[in-house]
């Protein structure tokens, strides 16, 4: 299990001495605990992909509006973030790949307007979480569906 795999690589880097990886994973660890601990229940791996990409998306918005104040330094402890919390998630996917499935969702789902984008975005989460931008996305869906 991905979150077996996340507490093994606690245990790794406080033994290194680790102590800016250390502190990222504890995020990661923090976030998967509260999501279980307000929903009762035990995160599977799809569900602490899903909190690994919500942390991803917090951390480049904030690597967005760092760079805009000017503060580097900000920057720098986010993107360490990034690097890390990506290291648990599957390989991205890239451009040709993501178009591919938003063409066999789009087809599956038989959408031909904008007010189908609902099905088809509902057919690719579970394929892309983790692996794409769910903006990027939606991005592509909306291109595709002609808007």
Do not use: C, H, N, W
Request: aromatic fraction near 2%; avoid cysteine; glycine fraction near 6%.
């Amino acid at each position: 299990m991905l979150k077996a795999q996340i507490q093994a690589d606690m245990k790794t880097a406080m033994k290194a001495g680790e102590k800016t990886r250390l502190g990222v994973i504890r995020l990661i660890l923090a976030a998967v605990k509260q999501r279980e601990v307000d929903e009762r229940i035990e995160l599977d791996d799809t569900q602490v992909l899903a909190v690994l990409d919500k942390m991803m998306k917090q951390r480049r918005d904030s690597i967005e509006q760092f760079g805009a104040a000017g503060r580097q330094d900000l920057v720098d402890v986010e993107r360490f973030e990034v690097e890390v919390i990506q290291g648990y998630l599957p390989q991205a996917l890239d451009e040709a790949e993501l178009a591919a499935l938003v063409e066999a969702a789009v087809t599956q789902s038989g959408a031909a307007a904008m007010s189908d984008m609902g099905k088809v975005m509902a057919l690719l989460k579970p394929q892309v979480q983790g692996r794409a931008d769910m903006g990027a996305v939606s991005a592509q869906v909306k291109r595709r569906l002609g808007v």
